[in-house]
């Protein structure tokens, strides 16, 4: 041992190894020296080739699009934060995805990763929001409430409403990327605008660190209480990292706005209440999220935005308008006809069980809210959420009088 | 590579105070040591292939730890770690390895004809006996911060050496991706099949990304040398069998051991090694000798003795639940294996296994037939 170690000291090694992989093989030398393999040397000892990940069993967006090709161009780019290709598509490739369920597989870690890696991103978007084409398209945003129309719904039906979606802070990395200190920037930034929300938008911030058993209590309550995620779709991705170090939530004093910090987004906007009045729910939505806006706008922040991505999120899947809108109905009698997925594909609905993504539902009641997210406006969306549920509404109460009901036909898709 | 090392340059726009984590409510040796200002002596430093502090941290910030049991709550990601990193990994090694300073030096020593007895350990009560340590190849990252490309590498390599092997050593190797269910029920039966990392303290680290590509299982024929590759180490070296022969499990593991080094050598490849650290693992806890040497023993009296824990300090022995660490003890079956890894050669280690286990099996015997053990009780080691 002892004489091994003083030949190491004394000189250089020269060293001959292989690395293989399933499809062939690859000879490459390297030297080895005192100080270890520098990165710039591993790039050289390893092409990409080399590194292309394994993906036969996968079933993701990302495992459908990244060619050994595309891989190659990219692998060896970074962002101007330094973030690189391996990093965004780390959760796809620990998680291999599900038959029945299509994943993402792969997150953006700055606002730049969309462009740099677009060559990737686009097929993925365009694969997740059907046939979305960033490079011909333009999103449209319309935060302008006043447009929407019959949206009070029958509330023996209707238990609750409720729009989220997610907001980023232009300059600052996104939650698989960012260090401590950003996070804790992003949070003192939103905090601070937050606090001057007045009227029915005056709230309180609790943070995750700081909070009192009792507050606890009540957040969860109130199931307003996020937790450390244990989805390894996200751990994967690497922003649970400092858990719970600059998280926290947000909420109104009337606890009907409520804003969650550095969780899968660096804010994600929430407006619910119990009932069926949507129009309200979406009408403090907008005036909330613009209000939020101008007061970030005061201290020379601004959100992530742009005419071809709409606002930019963690995950494509939440691209455009981040918008989920939803409401918690009950329909006993639809929810059992055969034709009752048709129709909601067919209304650009979806269901979820009523404790959120990947939850069943229980009873009859289900959580049912758009597709879309990237292609159509908000104003669009929730419309569509509101036609939609009323047309589900008209249904039950057909299939409750003994009346048939009809498949409708499909909603038109996102505008070329 | 998995997390913030590539944004070394962009944590510098913020100040030590800023970046430095909130270690409050931790309880684990790194939360202990680094404090804001070895922080900020550190935070611009990485090592040649890019591994950088909050890198070496990130799990034991992530993990606060249990006011009971403290987790290291750093990791290496190449053998320079402990080099860039010594203001922090050098205390914190200390206070984990009972005192061992920067300036100490370690010996290692895997001759197995060095060990005294062990070949006699009643099988009444040691159910079988088992000796790990843990290698890594000079060169390549470790598991927290390897690329795919260096992980496949180092399991071709491995694959290659292991394949040399003959004699009670020839065996077989196991790729994860590509067993049969047979051979996974095989496997499992034998209580071979090691499964991707579900704890936080590894999770946190980045060393079960990709699984399982590049990761495998290689064992002899006869089923008593196993080999893990790149599970949390390169690799993990096992000698094992039913029964109380260490003396035979420690043969088979020196001799299997100095093999596979030649092996390795004759590509041009050697161990992470130095004359400070001993072997180097990518946990400082396994630093030194990285052995765990051990038996599955039944001591259903010894252990509700009320100074069962501190014979077992006294002895710089560690007890375990049958299924290995965070298991707990079933029908009075104990995993009791060194406590120690650095500091002491792999013959003094596995030397007080066998003369510990020696002497609880007698204390198990003398309480079986209401006798007292009071003369028995041993001096610290």
């Not at chain 1, 922003?239 to 009337?254: L, Q, S, T, V, Y």
């Not at chain 2, 590498?153 to 590509?178: H, P, Q, R, T, W």
């Not at chain 2, 024929?221 to 022969?245: A, C, P, Y």
Request: glycine share 8%; hydrophobic share 35%; proline share 5%.
């Amino acid at each position: 041992m002892a004489s091994m170690f003083t030949r190491i000291l004394s000189g250089r090694n020269t060293a001959v190894i292989m690395a293989s992989l399933g499809a062939g093989t690859l000879v490459s030398s390297y030297v080895m020296t005192e100080s270890g393999v520098s990165a710039g040397e591993k790039k050289k000892l390893y092409p990409p080739s080399a590194d292309y990940p394994d993906l036969r069993k996968h079933n993701n967006c990302m495992a459908s699009a990244l060619t050994p090709a595309i891989y190659g161009r990219l692998r060896d780019k970074l962002t101007p934060n330094n973030w690189s290709l391996d990093q965004c598509i780390q959760t796809g490739v620990d998680n291999p995805g599900h038959p029945f369920i299509k994943t993402v597989g792969m997150v953006a870690g700055d606002e730049e990763t969309y462009e740099v890696f677009a060559e990737i991103f686009d097929p993925v978007i365009k694969d997740r929001h059907n046939g979305y084409d960033p490079t011909t398209m333009k999103h449209p945003t319309d935060l302008d409430s006043s447009k929407i129309t019959s949206g009070m719904f029958d509330e023996n039906y209707v238990l609750s409403s409720r729009v989220r979606t997610g907001r980023s802070i232009r300059g600052l990395s996104l939650p698989p990327a960012c260090t401590r200190a950003e996070r804790r920037e992003v949070e003192r930034v939103v905090v601070q605008a937050l606090s001057g929300l007045k009227e029915d938008l005056e709230g309180k911030y609790y943070s995750l660190t700081e909070m009192t058993e009792k507050e606890q209590q009540q957040l969860i309550d109130d199931h307003f209480l996020f937790d450390k995620p244990v989805s390894p779709l996200l751990t994967c991705a690497g922003m649970a990292r400092d858990w719970p170090d600059a998280r926290g939530i947000w909420h109104n004093n009337e606890k009907t706005f409520l804003i969650w910090i550095n969780e899968e987004d660096h804010t994600r906007v929430i407006s619910m209440e119990k009932g069926g009045n949507m129009k309200r729910v979406f009408e403090r939505f907008c005036r909330g999220l613009k209000e939020v806006e101008r007061l970030i706008q005061e201290r020379g922040w601004e959100f992530m935005w742009n005419e071809r991505l709409g606002y930019i999120l963690t995950c494509p899947s939440n691209l455009g308008t981040g918008l989920r809108a939803g409401v918690h109905v009950r329909l006993p009698l639809l929810s059992k006809d055969l034709r009752f997925n048709k129709i909601l594909d067919n209304l650009r609905l979806q269901k979820r069980g009523t404790g959120g993504v990947d939850t069943a539902a229980v009873g009859d009641t289900f959580d049912i809210s758009n597709l879309d997210r990237l292609g159509k406006s908000e104003v669009e969306l929730v419309q569509c959420v509101i036609d939609g549920v009323n047309y589900l509404i008209d249904c039950e109460k057909n299939l409750e009088k003994g009346k048939d009901i009809t498949v409708p036909p499909p909603v038109t898709q996102s505008r070329k | 590579m998995p997390f913030g090392n590539t944004h070394n340059q962009l944590k510098m726009n913020y100040t030590a105070e800023q970046e430095y984590p909130d270690l409050s409510k931790h309880n684990n040796h790194m939360a202990k040591v680094l404090t804001l200002e070895m922080y900020a002596n550190l935070r611009d430093k990485q090592t040649p292939s890019g591994f950088t502090v909050d890198d070496v941290i990130q799990t034991g910030v992530d993990n606060p730890g249990h006011p009971f049991i403290m987790t290291v709550g750093c990791v290496a990601g190449d053998e320079e770690t402990y080099e860039v990193f010594k203001e922090l990994l050098d205390p914190v090694i200390e206070d984990r390895h009972g005192g061992y300073k920067p300036t100490d030096k370690h010996k290692t020593d895997l001759n197995p004809d060095n060990l005294q007895g062990g070949d006699d350990l009643d099988p009444n009560y040691v159910l079988s006996s088992r000796v790990r340590t843990g290698r890594s190849i000079r060169g390549f990252c470790l598991p927290p911060h390897c690329s795919r490309g260096e992980r496949r590498g180092i399991e071709s390599l491995s694959v290659e050496a292991l394949g040399s092997l003959d004699g009670d050593l020839k065996g077989k190797y196991y790729a994860l991706k590509d067993m049969t269910e047979e051979e996974q029920q095989q496997l499992i039966d034998d209580h071979f099949l090691f499964d991707k990392p579900v704890s936080p303290l590894l999770l946190a680290s980045g060393m079960a990304r990709d699984w399982p590509d590049g990761r495998g299982i290689w064992h002899n024929d006869n089923k008593t040398f196993l080999v893990w590759v790149n599970e949390e180490d390169h690799l993990r070296v096992i000698s094992m069998q039913k029964g109380g022969n260490m003396k035979e499990v420690f043969n088979r593991f020196c001799t299997g051991l100095t093999k596979i080094e030649e092996l390795f050598k004759e590509k041009g490849h050697e161990f992470m090694w130095n004359e400070h650290l001993g072997y180097v693992l990518t946990c400082p806890s396994n630093l030194g000798t990285g052995l765990r040497g051990g038996v599955h023993v039944k001591l259903p009296n010894v252990s509700k003795h009320e100074k069962f824990g501190e014979i077992l300090k006294r002895l710089r022995l560690q007890k375990r639940g049958t299924g290995g660490v965070d298991t707990a003890a079933v029908g009075g079956v104990f995993d009791i294996s060194n406590a120690d890894r650095l500091g002491f050669s792999e013959v003094e280690l596995v030397q007080m296994v066998v003369d510990g286990v020696k002497l609880l099996v007698e204390m198990e015997k003398r309480l079986e037939a209401g006798q007292s053990i009071d003369d028995l009780m041993p001096e610290q080691k």
